[in-house]
């Protein structure tokens, strides 16, 4: 069973800066892409970024372009996400998710993902 488990959230002051980070377990880390998303109150789902198993493409939501960045340690089985000059309406419960494959391709579709983690909420102040 692969399971992924989000951390580093928390409150944070808008144009504050936070890392969070989802470990995964499993053997065969690198073979997959990952994806962040995030759910805001009262709103969809939505993908924020992700990066291939190898590290060396990656892709934005326009809303975050810029601002955050996406990364990942394959040795230590863990992916990223850089946070900064942070708005209130980045308030979320952050998602990770494994891609179906290694390559950075369909990454907006969620259904795309096949494993998910239980989220971390980062919330803004303004």
């Known amino acids: 069973q692969v399971q992924l488990v989000e951390s580093g959230g928390g409150l944070v002051q808008a144009g504050g800066s936070v890392r969070l980070s989802c470990a995964a377990s499993g053997r065969t880390f690198s073979n997959y892409a990952m994806g962040w998303f995030r759910q805001a109150p009262g709103k969809e789902r939505e993908f924020v970024a992700t990066?291939?198993?190898?590290?060396?493409?990656?892709a934005y939501a326009d809303s975050v372009k810029g601002r955050f960045t996406i990364s990942r340690d394959n040795a230590k089985n863990t992916v990223y996400l850089q946070m900064t000059i942070l708005k209130p309406e980045d308030t979320a419960v952050y998602y990770c998710a494994r891609k179906k494959g290694s390559i950075v391709r369909y990454y907006l579709d969620r259904d795309e993902y096949d494993y998910w983690g239980q989220g971390t909420q980062v919330t803004v102040s303004s």
């Open positions: 990066i291939s198993g190898s590290g060396g493409n990656t």
